[in-house]
């Protein structure tokens, strides 16, 4: 079993940034790949950025590549994405989820998820 908290999410102008943490519990979590979706209102949940459990292989969207940057500090069982940039379309609930599998680019199919952390990103 693996739990997971985010946090770090708010309000921020565009242009801003914000760094986003999922601390993860459970003793897979820092042998498991990782990954951030996100679901805005009205929309499907999509994929963002994922990384590897040693984090040699990170994958993003092309809609927040360059953007955004996906790491993890497996001593702390913390991942981040770190996001700058912002853009109002990034507005969304963000989502840390774990997968106990390999890591797939643009894969929604992970077996534990936090309760997601709001971003809001005003223009």
């Known amino acids: 079993q693996v739990h997971l908290v985010e946090s770090g999410g708010g309000l921020v102008q565009a242009g801003g940034s914000l760094r986003l943490s999922c601390a993860g519990s459970?003793?897979?979590?820092?042998?498991?790949?990782t990954g951030w979706l996100r679901q805005a209102p009205g929309k499907e949940r999509e994929f963002v950025a994922a990384?590897?459990?040693?984090?040699?292989?990170?994958y993003y969207a092309d809609s927040v590549k360059g953007r955004f940057t996906i790491s993890r500090d497996n001593a702390k069982n913390t991942v981040y994405l770190q996001m700058n940039s912002l853009k109002p379309e990034d507005t969304a609930v963000y989502y840390c989820?774990?997968?106990?599998?390999?890591?797939?680019?643009?894969?929604?199919?992970?077996?534990?998820w936090g309760q997601g952390t709001q971003v809001t990103v005003s223009s």
């Open positions: 459970g003793r897979t979590f820092s042998s498991s790949a």
């Open positions: 990384i590897s459990w040693r984090g040699a292989n990170t």
């Open positions: 989820a774990v997968r106990n599998g390999p890591i797939i680019r643009g894969t929604l199919t992970y077996d534990y």
